[in-house]
């Protein structure tokens, strides 16, 4: 299986600068137009289904690109973004000054590390990889468009790079509708490329 794992369209949340996890967030005028340019990059590209997280601004993609891609979609819970706990709904500087240690976590490759009342890395890493694996089950031969979040998506991107506890995973980040495309046959899995961003050039 092929799979094209896509950062959701800019959201209302991300153009406040707010962490979001798991709170609900539109896409902005500007997340549809990024997401109707990724629509347009994929297009030659003959995709199999869609599978996307739960969350609104995660939906409000893989509606542009089932309606462009001629796709279905699916919902899957473990597509959603990490908990952030207590920092849900704080800027990045409130997020810094109230909860120091806690936004440290927020950053840190260590995989206990819980930001309070949130979520572990290893809980993401697992949830996601258990995704796709069995995505691959249905659809070994086939090219899938998997949506998702930012920081979910640098999880993932870390843990193929080999999770080291030392790493700052903003170095995995992905602008809004960007991509990474991974091959997976049975139990392995290779990243081919990440943070595929140039179809986003011209987009204001």
């Known amino acids: 299986m092929r799979a094209?794992?896509?950062?959701?369209?800019?959201?209302?949340?991300?153009?406040?600068?707010?962490?979001?996890?798991?709170?609900?967030?539109?896409?902005?005028?500007?997340?549809?137009?990024q997401s109707f340019a990724l629509a347009a990059a994929l297009a030659d590209l003959s995709i199999a289904h869609i599978y996307t997280s739960p969350a609104l601004r995660a939906q409000g993609t893989a509606n542009v690109l089932?309606?462009?891609?001629?796709?279905?979609?699916?919902?899957?819970?473990?597509?959603?973004?990490?908990?952030?706990g207590l920092l849900q709904g704080k800027n990045?500087?409130?997020?810094?000054?109230?909860?120091?240690e806690l936004f440290a976590a927020l950053l840190s490759g260590d995989p206990q590390?819980?930001?309070?009342?949130?979520?572990?890395?290893?809980?993401?890493?697992?949830?996601?990889?258990?995704c796709?694996?069995?995505?691959?089950?249905?659809?070994?031969?086939?090219?899938?468009?998997i949506v998702s979040h930012g920081h979910a998506l640098e999880i993932a991107i870390w843990q193929l790079k080999g999770a080291l506890i030392t790493e700052d995973l903003r170095q995995y980040g992905h602008q809004n509708c960007s991509y990474s495309i991974?091959?997976?046959?049975?139990?392995?899995?290779?990243?081919?490329?990440?943070?595929?961003?140039?179809?986003?050039?011209n987009i204001r």
């Open 92 to 100: 990045v500087l409130e997020a810094r000054k109230q909860h120091p």
């Open 4 to 33: 094209i794992l896509v950062r959701h369209g800019e959201s209302e949340g991300n153009q406040q600068g707010i962490i979001q996890g798991r709170l609900e967030s539109q896409l902005t005028a500007r997340g549809l137009r």
């Open 113 to 130: 590390r819980v930001s309070a009342q949130g979520e572990s890395l290893d809980n993401v890493n697992n949830r996601l990889f258990s």
């Open 132 to 145: 796709l694996k069995a995505l691959n089950e249905r659809h070994q031969n086939d090219t899938v468009v």
């Open 182 to 201: 991974m091959n997976i046959e049975g139990e392995c899995i290779k990243l081919v490329k990440w943070g595929i961003a140039t179809h986003l050039r």
């Open 66 to 84: 089932a309606s462009e891609l001629h796709s279905q979609i699916t919902v899957d819970e473990r597509l959603q973004e990490r908990d952030f």
